[in-house]
């Protein structure tokens, strides 16, 4: 008897399931700027392979020594120097992209 009381509900509870779901599709056309932003190629960067720093043996006289560490410093500004120009190049396509966004926005007000 309990099994059936039990029961009852679960039946009453999926024939609310069984009603018809009607949906609405809707197509709305937008405009959005599609800007292409290359990767950087590492090579291109020039990326120092070997910093003069990497040859030093203990055996080699402070002046070695010393002339190795200058030229690694060299080595590593240029890089950070290239590092630094290619973040700007970004920074012009990430300029052009808000200017292109702002055009399209004043144009096709949502």
Excluded: H
């Excluded at 020039?46 to 070695?64: F, N, Q, T």
């Amino acid at each position: 008897m309990e099994n059936r009381w039990l029961a009852i509900p679960l039946i009453l509870s999926l024939v609310g399931c069984s009603t018809a779901i009607k949906t609405r599709t809707e197509t709305v056309e937008i405009s959005r700027p599609v800007l292409y932003c290359p990767a950087v190629d590492s090579t291109e960067l020039g990326r120092p392979a070997a910093l003069s720093i990497e040859d030093i043996r203990p055996d080699m006289p402070a002046g070695e020594i010393a002339i190795r560490y200058k030229a690694t410093v060299r080595q590593l500004l240029d890089y950070i120097e290239r590092l630094e120009l290619t973040l700007e190049e970004y920074g012009k396509f990430n300029k052009s992209y808000d200017e292109l966004r702002q055009e399209l926005e004043l144009e096709n007000p949502e």
